[in-house]
Nanobody, 125 residues
Framework: QVQLVESGGGLVQAGGSLRLSCAASGRTFSRYAMGWFRQAPGKEREFVAVVGWSSGATYYADSMKGRFTISRDITKATVYLQMNSLKPEDTAVYYC??????????????????WGQGTQVTVSS
């Protein structure tokens, strides 16, 4: 059974940084991609970034480019989201997800098969 466990969320001031982690287990992910999404109160779940597990290829939502960086450590089966220059509007629950690479990039929520429980990120002004 696939398990995704996020960590690294918290409270940070505007302009600060956080690094989220997502530890994956339960299967081999060579044909999969790992993505990050976020959901703010009253809003739909929003794509943030995705990385191909084997290829390392990355893709970002336009609004995240330049501030967020996704990466993965295959040896640790962990994907990271480095978030810099955080803004109050980045406040949300951040979820990691795993999806089979049927096409590229995987940017839709229904492209993903497994989800973590989410970690809260709060950016104060």
């Amino acid at each position: 059974q696939v398990q995704l466990v996020e960590s690294g969320g918290g409270l940070v001031q505007a302009g600060g940084s956080l690094r989220l982690s997502c530890a994956a287990s339960g299967r081999t992910f060579s044909r999969y991609a790992m993505g990050w999404f976020r959901q703010a109160p009253g809003k739909e779940r929003e794509f943030v970034a995705v990385v191909g597990w084997s290829s390392g290829a990355t893709y970002y939502a336009d609004s995240m480019k330049g501030r967020f960086t996704i990466s993965r450590d295959i040896t640790k089966a962990t994907v990271y989201l480095q978030m810099n220059s955080l803004k109050p509007e980045d406040t949300a629950v951040y979820y990691c997800a795993v999806g089979l690479v049927r096409r590229w990039p995987l940017w839709r929520a229904d492209d993903y098969d497994y989800w973590g429980q989410g970690t809260q990120v709060t950016v104060s002004s």
